[in-house]
Antibody, heavy 122, light 107 residues
C-alpha cells in the first residue's frame, strides 16, 4: 500500500523549534519530488516547500512565509522527508501534510499523509 | 505574489451540476490541479493538468479552461460530493499556490 506517515507534531512555544518527519512506503521514494503542505485551523491549504529528487540535484524550494526559518531535507536511504522548523510563530499553527508529486505531473500531489498537528502557543 | 481566486461557496441540489471556478493571471500558462477535502480528511487529487482525471476518480468530475479561468464541473452531484475544493497551480519560479477553497454544499 502506498502510504505517507507524518510524525513529530506537538505544542511548542513561540520562538521554539520542532522537527517533523514523514516516512514513505509502497513506492520508490527516491524517484519522487516530495512536498510539505499545511493547513491552519479552519483555513485553506498553504504550500510550505518541496524537495526534488536526486536526478534534479535534491534542490529545495520554500514558500516566502517560511523561507529562512524552515529547512526541508530528505534521506532516500530511509524513505524519509523532514521539516525542521525554527523561530516558530503562532501563525505556524497548522496541520502539516507530507505529499508526493505524482509520476504523471509535476505539482500534482497524488498521495497525502494523514497529517501531524503543530501548535505554537505560550 | 501570485494568487488564485475561487468563490467561497457554491450550493447545488442533488443531481444538478456544480461549477467551481478558479482564476489567476498566470493561467493558462500554468497547469491547474483540483483537490477535494472532506472534514477531518486529507485532500484528494481529483483533476490534474487542467482536465485530466486520476484513476479512481468518478467521471462526473471534469475540468475545463477558458482564458485565465479554469472550472471544475461536477455533473449529477451526489450528497457525498459535499466538501471543500481547492485549485492549485504554480508560478514561473515553481512556487506552488493554492486557491482559497470553495465549500460545496449539497442542498
Amino acid at each position: 500500500e502506498v502510504q505517507l506517515v507524518e510524525s513529530g507534531g506537538g505544542l511548542v512555544q513561540p520562538g521554539g523549534s520542532l522537527r517533523l518527519s514523514c516516512v514513505a512506503s509502497g513506492f520508490i521514494f527516491s524517484d519522487h519530488y516530495m512536498d510539505w503542505v499545511r493547513q491552519a485551523p479552519g483555513k485553506g491549504l498553504e504550500w510550505v516547500g518541496r524537495a526534488r529528487n536526486k536526478v534534479n540535484s535534491y534542490t529545495i524550494e520554500y514558500a516566502a512565509s517560511v523561507k529562512g526559518r524552515f529547512i526541508i531535507s530528505r534521506d532516500d536511504s530511509k524513505n524519509s522527508l523532514y521539516l525542521q522548523m525554527k523561530s516558530l510563530k503562532t501563525e505556524d499553527t497548522a496541520m502539516y501534510y507530507c505529499t508526493r508529486d505524482s509520476d504523471y505531473a509535476e505539482h500534482a500531489f497524488d498521495i497525502w499523509g494523514q497529517g501531524t498537528v503543530v501548535t505554537v502557543s505560550s | 505574489s501570485y494568487e488564485l481566486t475561487q468563490p467561497p461557496s457554491v450550493s447545488v441540489s442533488p443531481g444538478q451540476t456544480a461549477r467551481i471556478t478558479c482564476s489567476g493571471d498566470a493561467l493558462p500558462k500554468q497547469y491547474v490541479y483540483w483537490y477535494q477535502q472532506k472534514p477531518g480528511q486529507a485532500p484528494v487529487l481529483i483533476i490534474y493538468k487542467d482536465t485530466e482525471r486520476p484513476s479512481g476518480i468518478p467521471e462526473r468530475f471534469s475540468g475545463s479552461i477558458s482564458g485565465t479561468t479554469v472550472t471544475l464541473t461536477i455533473n449529477g452531484v451526489q450528497a457525498e460530493d459535499e466538501a471543500d475544493y481547492y485549485c492549485q497551480s504554480a508560478d514561473n519560479s515553481a512556487t506552488v499556490v493554492f486557491g482559497g477553497g470553495t465549500k460545496l454544499t449539497v442542498l
